[in-house]
């Protein structure tokens, strides 16, 4: 009969590197890698087949800094995690890149480029159309005067290196806002108190008459715009499109508010009006000081005198009643001192009962 001897260090061991595999597989099934897109480099850039729609993401994509030239586009894109793709117009000459579905880490969602030119020879490209606009709203970029049989190139990197999932489609129909801005259009706006007005005027020979407006609002930090109104277009008894809008809207909050005015065509088509920015700016707290009432008793009427500090002119005079259930001490609003630019105030309290006074200055 054979004694066996085992050390408890040995069981111990054992079990305690199954333990460990048994830990490491697990992570490794809650916590996968986060890879990069396949199209991540321009070599492996995926073709956009027309009504194909594409999810993707930027979560980790590089540059390729020798495939791109930021002069090109100047501010318009800066390339942090970029990823590429490519299209052949065939015969259409008109298309639509949408960008729709945006889901992003931070604020500014997707920045696209498109380009005409050869695969990595930054001075062989054309841009065709460059877009940026700091939000996750639903967008198309219209693609005209499209060569037959030409190779086109698409850009798309994560503003400020934003981690984006989006899908991105190519098609003949457009899909949410456009990023296409109506030439020769005059707006302007004006802004009173919490109110916002924008005004446009258009032109009288556009290539397509305008049916309506469509106006949209963005608050800061939010990710997406959100419709407000809808304004039809108008024409007067003789059927002349009339050329001049105005509208006016209710500032919300003390962010930025930032409308957008889009227009619809008659083609079927939108185009953008203009943005406008406006803040509505909060109200100041009231100008308040204390006023050390004395022996005043409750229930007996005082009188307060304000003096200029400067020369004693006297601003105002207030007859006031101690109240008897009053637990907080007398205010007086010093707003429209401090707004005749005056730097001190003297404030003189009268206990009409004893004829006493007292007097106090208060810096403004």
């Not at 991105?168 to 990023?179: D, F, T």
């Not at 277009?233 to 962010?255: I, M």
């Not at 204390?290 to 006297?314: E, T, W, Y």
Request: glycine fraction near 4%; proline fraction near 4%.
């Amino acid at each position: 009969m054979k004694t066996f001897f085992v050390r408890e260090n040995d069981i111990l061991g054992r079990y305690s590197g199954a333990f460990f595999a048994i830990i490491t597989l697990s992570f490794l099934i809650v916590f996968p890698a986060i890879a990069q897109v396949a199209n991540d480099d321009i070599e492996n850039r995926l073709l956009l087949d027309t009504e194909v729609i594409y999810d993707s993401k930027t979560d980790h994509c590089t540059v390729q800094w020798d495939c791109v030239d930021e002069s090109l586009t100047g501010k318009c894109i800066q390339y942090h995690n970029d990823q590429w793709y490519h299209f052949n117009a065939g015969s259409e000459q008109k298309l639509f890149l949408n960008i729709f579905d945006q889901h992003c880490r931070d604020l500014f969602g997707v920045q696209v480029v498109v380009l005409k030119g050869t695969p990595c020879q930054p001075e062989t490209y054309q841009v065709l159309s460059c877009v940026s606009l700091e939000t996750q709203d639903d967008i198309h970029i219209p693609l005209e005067d499209l060569v037959e049989g030409q190779n086109y190139l698409v850009n798309v990197d994560g503003y400020l290196e934003d981690f984006c999932q989006f899908k991105i489609q190519l098609s003949a129909e457009p899909i949410g806002l456009p990023v296409h801005q109506l030439q020769d259009v005059e707006a302007k706006s004006s802004q009173q108190g919490a109110m916002a007005t924008m005004s446009w005027a258009l032109e009288q020979d556009l290539e397509s008459p305008v049916r309506e407006f469509q106006i949209y609002r963005r608050i800061r930090d939010e990710f997406k715009n959100t419709w407000l109104k809808h304004i039809p277009a108008v024409t007067n008894a003789f059927g002349q499109a009339q050329q001049n809008y105005e509208v006016s809207l209710p500032l919300e909050g003390f962010k930025k508010n930032t409308f957008t005015v889009i227009a619809g065509l008659e083609n079927g088509e939108f185009v953008r009006i203009g943005s406008f920015d406006f803040i509505q700016k909060a109200r100041p707290q009231m100008a308040i000081i204390p006023i050390d009432l004395g022996k005043i008793k409750k229930k007996s009427q005082f009188s307060i005198r304000v003096f200029d500090a400067s020369n004693q002119r006297l601003l105002g005079r207030f007859q006031c009643m101690h109240q008897p259930k009053s637990t907080v001490p007398f205010m007086l609003n010093v707003d429209s001192y401090r707004q005749a630019g005056l730097s001190a105030i003297v404030v003189e309290v009268v206990n009409e009962r004893k004829n006493e006074k007292r007097r106090e200055v208060f810096p403004l």
